[in-house]
């Protein structure tokens, strides 16, 4: 008796489950089947007051009844999931076929323009472009570079220094090292790249940012090279005249050093570091300094872009602001 009553509650079940083709419909139907006031809760608590053969035989038929539910309610749930799948696919759906009437036009990071003009503005000059590890040694990054353990730059204040006692590099000066260790002069060439100091991050500074560096080596190279080239470098990449300056300065690995200015916007603006080789940095690396000297330099790629594009604030450079990037399209430039 109790099986013939399951078998038409299932075959019930079957014909309501027909019309449901909603989620909230499922819900109701399946509380009515499975739920706390349905009848499959109702047989399941009169099972502690029946007699011992006739619970296990009727506990039986209720747990057999229940998974037969069980498993009309699945299918049906798959089945539903699948409908509304193809129902958001047909919706959602884009023809592929018919034109499109707006389009968004990338554009390159400034940085990127930066570079890529530094690059090929070197480049006709003769230097070849290189790179290094941005992750370095303290031998490549201070000793071979002549600068002393007491220098204030070594600090941890200054420089991000790893657990493994390896850093990363503050300068690009490093690829410097690596070539002339690997290379026998003449050497001419440019290293751009990212370079991390400690700095707090405002409208000038930023403790990751961008530098060129660059390097000549031979028998015959000067200040006046040094000169030329810096000069034609700056005004081939504002494109017009510009009034230079050179100021006494100190670096650990070039003597003399000077800071390089341009009269920018009515003020004198510091673009360069540079100066001649020290001959402690080429013995470092092998070259005989009494037959070699060169000179080197190194910019802010960050700087150049700024002064280039009218951009008051290097954090600009790296927030991702698509507006702002936009304005650097191919159009736009």
């Not at 019930?12 to 909230?24: N, Q, S």
């Not at 503050?170 to 290293?191: A, D």
Request: charged share 25%.
């Amino acid at each position: 008796r109790f099986r013939m009553d399951y078998d038409s509650l299932l075959k019930a079940c079957e014909e309501d489950l027909k019309t449901v083709d909603a989620i909230h419909q499922y819900d109701q139907v399946k509380s009515r089947y499975l739920g706390a006031k349905s009848v499959l809760k109702q047989q399941l608590s009169t099972l502690s007051s029946m007699p011992k053969a006739q619970k296990a035989v009727q506990g039986k038929a209720i747990h057999q009844f229940k998974r037969s539910l069980e498993t009309l309610f699945a299918t049906k749930k798959d089945s539903l999931e699948e409908a509304l799948e193809r129902a958001r696919l047909a919706e959602d759906c884009v023809d592929v076929t018919v034109d499109s009437v707006a389009y968004w036009k990338g554009a390159e990071h400034p940085l990127s323009l930066t570079q890529k003009r530094l690059v090929s503005m070197f480049a006709k000059l003769g230097f070849d472009l290189v790179d290094g590890p941005e992750i370095e040694t303290f031998y490549y990054n201070f000793t071979a570079l002549n600068t002393p353990k007491y220098h204030p730059a070594v600090t941890s204040q200054d420089t991000f220094y790893l657990s493994n006692g390896s850093l990363l590099r503050s300068h690009t000066s490093s690829v410097q090292i690596r070539m002339m260790e690997q290379h026998k002069p003449p050497l001419r060439v440019i290293s751009p790249g990212r370079v991390f100091r400690a700095d707090t991050p405002d409208a000038t500074h930023s403790p990751c940012f961008m530098q060129c560096e660059g390097l000549v080596v031979d028998t015959a190279s000067s200040l006046l090279d040094l000169r030329a080239t810096l000069v034609n470098i700056l005004e081939g990449f504002f494109e017009k005249k510009l009034k230079v300056r050179f100021r006494s300065s100190f670096f650990p690995f070039t003597e003399p050093s000077f800071e390089c200015d341009i009269w920018f916007n009515g003020q004198w603006l510091e673009v360069f570091g540079c100066g001649m080789v020290h001959p402690n940095v080429l013995e470092n690396v092998g070259v005989d300094s009494s037959i070699y000297q060169g000179f080197a330099f190194g910019m802010g790629i960050e700087r150049l872009t700024m002064l280039r594009y009218n951009i008051d604030d290097i954090r600009l450079l790296y927030e991702g602001d698509q507006a702002f990037l936009q304005q650097f399209s191919e159009d736009g430039l």
